[in-house]
């Protein structure tokens, strides 16, 4: 157990509507990564929040949005969605914020995301 | 751009050891090296990093060259539990972790 909590695990939506993904981090990590992962696909960087605030941006599209709370969990909205859109989305968590050293890094279990 | 190159697939009999290697020609002298791996579709698992010396945890070795352009992540005694996607990591300055696409290693019986 990583102590990063995504939920839900799988989700079942259609074309053209909108989810919200849940991350909890760690105790204690102020950074929040979020990650998407296509069938036999790679680990996508989406987006990075620190302490609430976006720290870097990956090739995230603009109908995904993501955001910090000041409780540190983070949300992974995506709207619109499209069958291509299908995908496990991780969200990691560290204490540190530079990229220097970033630290161990954190991940939940994901969450799939099936796109009918 | 990838800053790691690692080969995309190795295999390794049980109980022999991986060794799973990883260019990283262009690190800067403060960057770290970190792996990780990722068991089928699983979260990502955290393995060890360094950044000028060897390394030894209870998962794995972590050697790196004197030029640090290059390092081996050694498991001593692969088991088929360690089958898995393997992947070396440099963080960038700007906060970025970029996964690459990573060595699948498979351990056979």
């Known amino acids: 157990d990583s102590g990063v909590t995504q939920t839900p695990k799988h989700l079942i939506t259609a074309t053209g509507q909108r989810v919200t993904l849940r991350c909890s981090p760690r105790s204690g990590d102020l950074s929040v990564y979020w990650y998407q992962q296509s069938l036999d696909q790679g680990l996508q960087f989406l987006i990075q929040y620190y302490n609430g605030e976006e720290r870097a941006k990956g090739n995230i599209l603009e109908r995904f949005s993501a955001q910090q709370f000041p409780d540190l969990h983070s949300e992974l909205n995506l709207s619109s969605l499209e069958l291509g859109d299908s995908a496990l989305y991780f969200c990691?968590?560290?204490?540190?914020?530079?990229?220097?050293?970033?630290?161990?890094?954190?991940f939940g279990e994901g969450s799939r995301l099936t796109v009918l | 751009d990838a800053k790691t190159t690692q080969p995309p697939s190795m295999d390794c009999a049980e109980g022999r050891a991986a060794n799973l290697p990883c260019n990283h020609s262009?690190?800067?002298?403060?960057?770290?090296v970190y792996w990780y791996r990722q068991i089928h579709s699983q979260g990502p698992q955290y393995i060890i990093h360094?950044?000028?010396n060897n390394e030894t945890n209870e998962m794995a070795s972590l050697i790196i060259t004197e030029d640090r352009k290059s390092s081996t992540l050694i498991l001593p005694h692969a088991t088929l539990r360690d089958t898995a996607v393997y992947y070396c990591i440099l963080p960038y300055n700007t906060d970025k972790l970029i996964f690459g696409t990573g060595t699948r290693l498979q351990v056979f019986p």
């Open positions: 990691a968590s560290s204490v540190a914020r530079t990229g220097i050293d970033t630290g161990e890094l954190f």
């Open positions: 360094g950044l000028k």
């Open positions: 262009t690190i800067s002298g403060n960057e770290y």
